[in-house]
């Protein structure tokens, strides 16, 4: 299918030489789609952003797992293969794959007439990374008023999409439309790329600064990010002030009518990633994100004995 599009050959030699160095490495994969999103880039007919969207959900989930991510690869479906579009969605995949250090092992391109529609298009990626076994410490026991941080999100990331599209009755003309508010047209701001944690969370794993949980803010939104980040035995308070909300969240509460409840089981509320530490580490916590260039976002503290999520 390259050849036939005109596509450059990828290679899928990946060098692992790291784990030369480590006491007990192990591989982690995961894998994550983008096709919420694309039926945006769709309508926009912009596919720019999409394959760094597929790179970066994937990496961050081996981030949070504290694995170094090796490789990243993917399969495009579509009824009929484009070579502009194709080559939109690898260029993306490569330009981020390149900025991350890891390798790029190429595209799997599955022409699929009797699944997709016609210029429909979808992305599913797939990375490895690898972990030290030998040098991972065990997780700390979470304490109350331990801090939830989170660092922030550009946009929507990947979650939301479906419920922006029928909320917000979108087309490609509404998507023009520029919004004071916004700073900004709809379509330029569902459109931002999903930002990678890679390098803010290897900067405070050097650190040697104990994190007891992290995990990405994904599909589920920030509500089962959060159930998902907390221990049994552990609930928290939460808080998120309706002025501290992002303005594309405003608009789909106020315009969407989507109350915040629903917003935070669909929707990230503007946080990418999330994760536990101690209350004493919390202030040089914050300074290295900032350091790293991305925006620390303390969202509340472990309570106990309890399991639920407050939010004040």
Do not use: W
Not at 261 to 270: A, Y
Request: hydrophobic share 40%.
């Amino acid at each position: 299918m390259r050849e036939k599009l005109g596509l450059d050959a990828l290679t899928n030699e990946i060098p692992i030489g790291i784990y030369r160095n480590m006491i007990d490495p192990v591989l982690i994969s995961k894998t994550h789609g983008v096709s919420g999103k694309l039926a945006i880039a769709s309508e926009l007919e912009r596919f720019d952003t999409i394959g760094r969207d597929c790179v970066a959900v994937c990496v961050n989930d081996l981030v949070a797992a504290g694995a170094k991510p090796l490789f990243f690869y993917d399969t495009i479906s579509c009824a009929r293969p484009k070579k502009e579009k194709i080559r939109d969605l690898e260029t993306g995949a490569r330009d981020c794959c390149k900025e991350l250090g890891i390798s790029y092992a190429g595209s799997e391109i599955m022409e699929l007439p009797d699944i997709y529609h016609y210029d429909q298009y979808d992305m599913v990626g797939f990375a490895v990374g690898i972990l030290d076994k030998g040098t991972v410490k065990d997780k700390q026991t979470v304490k109350r008023s331990d801090v939830i941080m989170g660092i922030a999100s550009d946009g929507l990331h990947n979650n939301g999409y479906v419920a922006a599209k029928k909320k917000l009755f979108l087309t490609k003309t509404s998507m023009e439309v520029y919004y004071e508010n916004l700073q900004s047209t709809l379509g330029e701001l569902l459109m931002q790329p999903t930002r990678c944690y890679l390098k803010v969370l290897e900067a405070i794993y050097r650190t040697g600064i104990p994190i007891s949980h992290c995990t990405q803010v994904s599909h589920g939104g920030l509500d089962a990010a959060l159930h998902k980040l907390l221990p049994k035995d552990c609930g928290a308070v939460i808080k998120q002030p309706k002025q501290n909300i992002p303005s594309l969240y405003k608009l789909l509460h106020q315009d969407g009518n989507m109350s915040l409840e629903q917003l935070r089981s669909v929707c990230n509320m503007g946080v990418g990633m999330l994760f536990i530490v101690a209350e004493e580490d919390a202030e040089r916590v914050i300074d290295i994100i900032d350091e790293v260039g991305e925006r620390p976002v303390p969202l509340g503290l472990i309570e106990k004995p309890s399991t639920e999520i407050r939010y004040v």
